[in-house]
């Protein structure tokens, strides 16, 4: 097996305690902190957006056109008639406080008229924050109540200009962040990989270990997942990666991709109809199974589910009953690999097969819901049917927030049939008809907080008050929600102070295709160039 070159920092510390790096300096003024990995080329910094919220498309400029000949007075006068009764119509529905809006859309008055609608960095008479991340380092699974106060730019780290041509791969196990991306060995033709560790507790990230490596499956291409972690190793494509020293070795699968872990036990799959199982033992690795499966997909299992579990989640259940969700193609119906034994298991699927339909991952077995929505069957880890269920013919179910918790197939039928998350913080929905508001309800107590939609957001509104957002997330007293894609003709990433009523983002934020929650306080989004570290203004 190949090994890869490695540079290596101390990384006991970031990974056996949890209490937050001291001793390092605090920048002098309030700019942007910069750490550097141990190479690093210069790279240009990727433009940041504008901010455009609640825009509307700009008005084409009318073409010229021939003076038309003068109409007969009598027409004149019928015509202005008519106009003078509209006009009349709408004041008078004007005051009757409704109005219609194209396309079907419905502001809501209630929202448009909060005294702060403005969107924001931060909140206002904060005073001037000095760079770098001074938090807990701590991941309670909801968000802090500081993102109340806004958005602001803790560091940012230049990656290597070779490794951002094409956007390197994040992991983040506890408080270190693993980062995996293309590279190239000098003197040597095929693909490589470099890897590196940062230590994000401190107030600026601290590099572990840096390496390189080669493999015989490109950085370049996806999957998901796209790292499997094991007790003391993780696995990208075909390296397998010691996390104390970033010690890279390739492993005999090639060009196929890990998708699960257990005890001791690797399963990786081929994307076309296969999956294997791998042991390793006295240095060497060797094939403990494989089986043919329904085809597969060529870039995993980032669109099987419906995103209740935590992005990566392939494994259910525990020891012998331990399986893996086979990567099939949309078509099929859904398959399951026990990790032990390497048996393969069709789940039946509601609804007419070959329609389509989701599999949710539960930690003790999964879910499977038809295209529509509408109906569901439970399987233990084994693929035996424990249940099936409607979902009361909801138009859609309530956003969760997404806060890196293992539902079980219990908690996603619950969910399903009577919208309560008992895995999660809590949900979000908007409620009303015409007016919508936003909706909060935890499940701590069973509270409901609600609040207007913010006047910025509210021209988006449908008269249905439909809400699908692509991630939601809320602090433990619902005081503040964070909402990726709160529409879908507005794409920013939002936090809002659901008891005062203001709104923040920022360009910085906006600007990353990737993003991942770190702690409570942090989020980490990788541009162009490199990292940039979000925390909350007031913090």
Not at 321 to 336: H, R
Not at 459 to 472: G, L, N, R
Request: hydrophobic letters at 35%; charged letters at 15%; aromatic letters at 8%.
């Amino acid at each position: 097996a190949a090994t890869a070159r490695t540079h290596s920092a101390s990384h006991k510390a970031a990974t056996a305690s949890p209490q937050k790096r001291s001793g390092i300096k605090q920048a002098s003024r309030p700019t942007t902190a910069t750490a550097s990995p141990r190479r690093q080329p210069s790279a240009t910094q990727a433009p940041q957006p504008a901010i455009t919220v609640g825009s509307t498309p700009a008005r084409t400029p009318r073409a010229s056109v021939p003076p038309r000949q003068k109409k007969p007075n009598l027409l004149i006068a019928f015509i202005a008639l008519i106009a003078i009764s509209f006009g009349a119509s709408f004041l008078s529905s004007t005051r009757d406080g409704s109005s219609s809006t194209p396309w079907g859309t419905q502001t809501s008055s209630s929202a448009s008229t909060q005294a702060n609608s403005e969107v924001r960095e931060h909140a206002a008479d904060l005073p001037a924050r000095s760079p770098g991340y001074r938090g807990s380092a701590t991941n309670t699974h909801s968000i802090s109540a500081q993102w109340a106060s806004g958005v602001a730019t803790a560091w940012t780290l230049e990656l290597p200009a070779e490794m951002t041509q094409f956007e390197p791969q994040m992991f983040v196990e506890g408080q270190v962040l693993y980062i995996a991306g293309y590279a190239t060995i000098e003197g040597q033709i095929g693909s490589a990989v470099r890897t590196l560790a940062y230590d994000l507790s401190g107030e600026e990230p601290t590099l572990l270990w840096d390496t390189v490596g080669p493999t015989e499956s490109s950085a370049i291409k996806t999957y998901s997942p796209a790292f499997v972690s094991g007790e003391n190793q993780l696995f990208f494509h075909d390296l397998v990666i010691d996390k104390a020293t970033g010690e890279q070795t390739q492993a005999p699968w090639g060009k196929e991709f890990p998708l699960a872990q257990a005890d001791g036990i690797v399963v990786t799959c081929s994307t076309t109809s296969s999956c294997s199982g791998w042991t390793h033992a006295s240095g060497d690795w060797t094939t403990l199974w494989t089986t043919t499966t329904n085809p597969q997909t060529s870039y995993g299992l980032s669109n099987q589910g419906l995103g209740y579990a935590p992005a990566g989640t392939t494994r259910s259940g525990t020891g012998e009953l331990a399986s893996v969700l086979v990567p099939s193609t949309w078509e099929e119906s859904p398959q399951i690999i026990n990790i032990h034994t390497g048996e393969a298991t069709t789940l039946p699927e509601p609804g007419t097969p070959g329609t389509g339909h989701y599999v949710e991952v539960g930690s003790d077995g999964f879910i499977v819901l038809d295209i529509g929505k509408k109906q569901g069957m439970a399987f233990d880890s084994e693929g035996t049917l424990q249940s099936t269920f409607t979902t009361g013919g909801q138009v859609s179910l309530a956003a969760v927030s997404r806060d890196g918790t293992y539902p079980s197939t219990a908690d996603l039928t619950t969910f399903m049939a009577y919208q309560r998350a008992n895995w999660s913080t809590g949900t979000v929905d908007l409620v009303g008809e015409k007016d919508c508001s936003i909706e909060i309800t935890l499940t701590s107590d069973g509270s409901t907080h609600t609040t207007p939609v913010p006047g910025a957001l509210s021209p988006f509104m449908t008269s249905s008050c439909y809400f699908e957002p692509k991630e939601v997330r809320v602090s433990a007293d619902a005081s503040v929600l964070y909402a990726d894609t709160f529409t879908y003709q507005d794409k920013s990433r939002f936090f809002i102070d659901t008891v005062n009523g203001p709104i923040y983002t920022s360009p910085e934020l906006n600007a990353p295709k990737q993003i991942m929650w770190v702690f409570d306080d942090m989020i980490i989004g990788m541009t162009e160039s490199g990292l940039k570290a979000f925390v909350p203004a007031s913090s």
